[in-house]
């Protein structure tokens, strides 16, 4: 069982940064590969970032390729997503997963979701 919870989000202007946490609980987490998904009002959960259990192997979504950045520390039970040059379209509630079944896999993939974190991106 992995609990998780996501903080680091807010409001900011466009071209600014936000890190957002994803912290675990139980002592396994270093074996789960862990995912950044968003969810903007009306729209279906889309991925966004993914990393797999020993942080050796990243993947991203075109979307935001070259502005986020997924990192995990397994000491801290923690996965971030670093967002660099943020855009009003990256404004969307953010959720982190948890999921053994391998790299890279869909949503519905996930056994663990956190509750989110809301990001705004005023224009």
């Known amino acids: 069982q992995v609990q998780l919870v996501e903080s680091g989000g807010g409001l900011v202007q466009a071209g600014a940064s936000l890190r957002l946490s994803c912290a675990a609980s139980g002592r396994t987490f270093s074996i789960y590969h862990m995912g950044w998904f968003r969810q903007a009002p009306g729209k279906e959960r889309e991925f966004v970032a993914a990393?797999?259990?020993?942080?050796?192997?990243?993947y991203y979504a075109d979307s935001v390729k070259g502005r986020f950045a997924i990192s995990r520390d397994n000491a801290k039970n923690t996965v971030y997503l670093q967002m660099n040059s943020l855009k009003p379209e990256d404004t969307a509630v953010y959720y982190c997963g948890a999921q053994l079944r391998g790299m890279p896999v869909a949503s519905t993939a996930y056994d663990y979701w956190g509750q989110g974190t809301q990001v705004t991106v005023s224009s």
């Open positions: 990393i797999n259990w020993r942080g050796a192997n990243t």
